[in-house]
Structures are given as C-alpha cells and as structure tokens.
C-alpha cells in the first residue's frame, strides 16, 4: 500500500515538474529578449548610416538570421509557459482530488492500525 502511495506521489510530482519552465528557463527568455532587442536597434542603425557594402549586406543577414532564431526560441517558451499555466489550473482540481484520496487513505490505514 505504502509502494503504491509513494509511486503515484511520485508520477504526480514527475508530471508537474515536466510541466512547468524552470527558473533557469525564464532568466534565458529575459536574455533572449534582450537580445532580441538589441539585434533590431544594429540591424536598424546598420541599414540607415552603414556604407551600402556586400560586406554590410552579410552582416545585417546574419543579424536577421540570429534575430529570428531567438524569435523562435521565445515563441516555444511563450508556448510552454502557456501549457503549463493552463495545465496548472486543470491540474489544481486533479491534485485537490487527489489530496482528498491521500487523505482518506490514510484515514483507513489509521483506522486499520488502530489510531
């Protein structure tokens, strides 16, 4: 009984933490937005006072190519930090259900070894 207990308190706390972003994940977002940031202000100040050079041409493709990538990264992350605050509140019933059952769970071992 207690094996069982413990591996569906373990599932859960699997699922949950899979579910959410880590800090870590939420300090790159905020980098990564920064960076973002800062690539449009050079691609910007490079196509208004920068000589009309391939070599310049280069740099404000890559600019653009890094610009989208760090685009796409902050989508996902907008993406799964939406899932799981989505799945935070469906999860929220589900945990209160399952804490109610934990807790009539031990109830009945309390009451089988009598406490």
């Known amino acids: 009984m207690k094996s069982e207990l413990a591996e569906e308190i373990l599932t859960l706390v699997e699922t949950r933490s899979s ?3 880590a800090l870590i994940e939420f300090e790159m977002a905020y980098q ?8 449009k202000f050079a691609i910007k100040h490079t196509e208004e006072f920068g000589p009309r ?3 310049m041409r280069e740099v404000g493709l890559q600019l653009l190519d890094a610009l989208q990538r760090l685009e796409a990264v902050d989508r996902r992350f907008q993406q799964r930090s939406l899932v799981a605050r989505e799945g935070h509140a469906s999860n929220r019933n589900a945990r209160e259900a399952f804490g109610e059952e934990i807790r009539s769970s031990h ?6 070894n009598g406490r």
């Open 19 to 21: 579910c959410q972003p």
């Open 53 to 55: 050079m391939e070599q």
């Open 107 to 112: 109830q009945r071992v309390g009451r089988r």
């Open 32 to 39: 990564a937005r920064v960076a973002v940031d800062r690539i």
